[in-house]
């Protein structure tokens, strides 16, 4: 076994590759950016390396600096993580040519399997089933138009080098196919350097099913079940469990044995993910009829790759230590078992109910669920019940220069049932607080009939979208109660236990009532609190006939309060942050406002002609330029932030003044990107 490697990467899964490397005796090395210098995944490991500024292309894609690092630093293999130099062949080859081991295939396999087009003519010799399409080299507009003809309505276009849901356009009408076609090159071309495309039919209701597999220098290779990702955004996983619901044994070997075969195919060593798009002729209810299709092979470990963890009891980076030190797989395919039922929830900085807009921030407040250890959630104990896999600690920001993942939420339980109550739980008990995260949409979507009864396909967040977003999980009367009792909780404690300083519950000046105002869900609204001789409070929340008046009562502390109001009772943790509190709640999770009586109104907030960018990111494309007159809700320009491109649209009608800056550029949020006149 090795004695120290170099982990090639940053966030949650440098940490996770530390964790094992720890656990096996093996030192670590951390490669850190600017951005960096404080992050978790520095404080984990044994040593640690500069190797330059926080965008990726000055830091965790220098591949010359990362292998002088372990060079210089006595480490005798690379692991790459995921994303980053995980499948560039270039640097596989380069650690080679250094005598380093890359933890990895070999690079002739991650070539084989870089572009998507090249890969499909591989499987299709292999005898591995294809979506019905065109993979070709020739690239003419006119012929691929032909193809997406023969092919019949819906396809899909994909850029044969893309990756991480990016590049791809469904096309429903032959007539829409010439403008999706140089949009999806333009963004490959863009994004990927490459603007070949390959053309797919458009599977309806698809479930994304992925096998992982494992070769050795030994000629052995093993499948380890598969895991269903058909929960997706943006083309993008957001949910993922292991084993897939419905999945019969004969499916499952018959995917196990055709993912097995593509991996011999490129004669894989190491850890392996072969993607399938799975049909459902026969619905949700007869799984025993779906057929699936290769889609794409990642070569390299994956970002769900726990919950396969969970249901094997394996630890699947130590298999990767061994198989690149040259030791033979573990265990034989008919050694391989799944136990219970496991599910993965990607806990993200973004906000759900604005596109999912990328967040930034500090994570003022970061609480985990309670988790039972790593080691226990990878020893062959099933009895493991959470584990969040994470990069950040409490304090540290998520910045713009890389993924939004925070953090990985994942769940084991005898049933999926018992998963799923696990998953509800944990969520409940992440609380989050200084930028937007999606926790509580994960709930929504793990709480969703579709998911809760496992009518699974790629579809479910759109068919779901009416109890998914903008839901208010805390109403408004339980949020003003607890901002109540937190604002009585801290007075207390600043005013300490002195009965005759004491501004609530006794009163010896006659002050029996207080008004507070709220801002929630976007409306105002005054509150008043009065004290009763008994020493009881009475709490009216709203106006007139809105009104809600009951007794309040509350006992505990902020972060563990048990609130009684109007009938309700609930447990709550209230966190501050400036003028707002970020309530937690068993049901959910809501903010809500103080508004200062005495601070003056807000000021003009209307930003004129000004277009400003609502995140810091790149300027992709201007859609518009100086001169023309647009209309309100016409796309002007595209930004990308965080692996994702949002379109930027006019607020209202005029007329173009000048564009401030070109595709290209890096600009910070609030930056002005273009001026607007009115028409
Ligand atoms: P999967 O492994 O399920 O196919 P994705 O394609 O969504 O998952 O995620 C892999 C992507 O994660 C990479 O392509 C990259 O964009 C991004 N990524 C790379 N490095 C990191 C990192 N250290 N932390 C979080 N995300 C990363
Ligand atoms: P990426 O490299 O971005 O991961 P994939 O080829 O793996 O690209 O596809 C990503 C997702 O797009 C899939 O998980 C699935 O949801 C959807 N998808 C891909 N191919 C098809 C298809 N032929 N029909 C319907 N959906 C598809
Ligand atoms: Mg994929």
């Known amino acids: 076994m090795f004695k120290k490697i170099l982990i090639a990467n940053r966030g949650e899964i440098a940490c996770r590759v530390a964790a094992t490397a720890r656990r096996m005796g093996v030192q670590t090395v951390a490669v850190y950016s600017d951005a960096d ?57 380069a650690c080679q040519a250094a005598g380093l081991v890359f933890i990895g295939p070999p690079a002739s396999a991650i070539q084989a399997m870089g572009l998507k087009a090249e890969s499909k003519r591989l499987m299709e010799a292999a005898n591995v089933p294809l979506v019905p399409g065109y993979h070709g080299a020739d690239q003419d507009a006119a012929l691929l138009k032909r193809e997406a003809d023969r092919i019949g309505y819906p396809v899909l276009i994909k850029a044969s080098a893309g990756g991480g849901g990016k590049g791809m356009r469904a096309v429903e009408r032959a007539e829409d196919f ?62 993922e469990e292991a084993p897939a619901p419905g999945m019969t044994e004969s499916l499952r070997r018959q995917m196990g044995e055709a993912a097995v075969a593509a991996a011999r195919a490129v004669h894989y ?95 003022a407040v970061y609480r985990k669920p309670a988790c039972t250890s790593f080691e226990r959630a990878n020893g062959r104990d099933t009895g493991v019940a959470v584990r969040v896999d994470d990069g950040v600690r409490e304090g540290d920001a998520i910045s713009p220069f890389y993924d939004s993942m925070v953090a990985k939420l994942i ?110 869900g976007g409306a105002q609204v005054p509150a008043r609190l009065t004290y009763q001789h008994d020493g009881g409070l009475l709490l009216a929340v709203g106006e007139g006939a809105q009104a809600v008046s009951g007794a309040l009562a509350f006992q505990g502390d902020a972060q563990g309060l048990e609130l009684q109001f109007a009938g309700q009772r609930t447990r709550a943790a209230v966190y501050a942050l400036g003028e707002t509190d970020h309530v937690f709640t068993p049901q959910g999770a809501t903010q809500i406002v103080s508004i200062d009586l005495l601070a003056h ?75 607007l006149s009115a028409a």
């Open 601 to 675: 109104a807000g000021e003009d907030q209307s930003e004129g002609g000004r277009l400003t960018a609502p995140m810091p990111g790149k300027v992709v494309s201007f859609a518009v330029q100086a001169g023309d007159t647009v209309t309100k809700g016409q796309p002007l320009a595209v930004m990308e932030a965080m692996k994702m491109e949002h379109t930027i649209a006019a607020p209202a009608d005029g007329v173009v003044q000048e564009l401030l800056y070109a595709p290209g550029d890096q600009v910070a949020e609030g930056a002005e990107l273009l001026t």
């Open 178 to 239: 010439d403008a999706a076609l140089a949009s999806c090159k333009r963004e490959a071309i863009n994004s990927f350097g490459d603007d070949a495309v390959l053309i797919e039919k458009y599977v309806q209701r698809p479930r994304h099913i992925e096998i992982q597999v494992f070769g050795d220098t030994h000629g052995h290779c093993v499948y380890l079940f598969e895991r269903d990702c058909s929960v997706q955004r943006r083309h993008q996983k957001v949910l």
């Open 411 to 520: 769940v084991h339980g005898d049933t999926r049932e018992q998963a799923l109550a696990r998953l509800d739980e944990a969520l409940a008990q992440t609380h989050i607080v200084g930028l937007a995260t999606n926790v509580q949409f994960l709930r929504l979507v793990a709480r969703s009939a579709s998911f809760a009864q496992a009518r699974l396909d790629t579809a479910l967040i759109p068919r779901e979208q009416d109890v998914l977003f903008q839901q208010e999980r805390v109403g408004l009367p339980l949020a003003a109660a607890a901002a109540v009792a937190h604002t009585l909780l801290r007075e207390r404690a600043s005013e300490g236990a002195d009965p005759f300083s004491r501004r609530d519950g006794w009163r010896s000046h006659g002050l029996t009532e207080r008004r507070f105002a709220f801002e929630f």
């Open 269 to 363: 060593v190491g850890a392996g993910t072969v993607e399938f798009i799975v049909e459902q002729p026969g619905g949700y209810e007869r799984p025993e009829e779906m057929k699936f299709y290769f889609m794409e092979m990642n070569t390299r470990l994956q970002v769900e790759h726990p919950v396969t963890e969970a249901i094997t009891g394996l630890d699947l980076v130590e298999w990767q230590l061994r198989v690149a030190a040259g030791e033979p797989l573990p265990l034989a395919q008919e050694d391989l078992r799944i136990h219970g039922h496991a599910i993965e929830a990607r806990i993200c900085a973004e906000n759900p109910d604005n596109q999912f807009l990328p967040a930034t921030g500090q994570l």
């Open 37 to 93: 210098a404080r992050a978790k995944h520095v404080a984990v490991c044994d040593e640690a390396v500069h190797i330059g500024g926080s965008a990726p292309k000055d830091s965790y894609l220098r591949w010359e600096r990362i292998i002088e690092a372990a060079q210089a630093t006595g480490a005798q293999a690379i692991h790459p993580g995921y994303g980053f130099l995980s499948e560039n062949e270039e640097f596989a080859q």
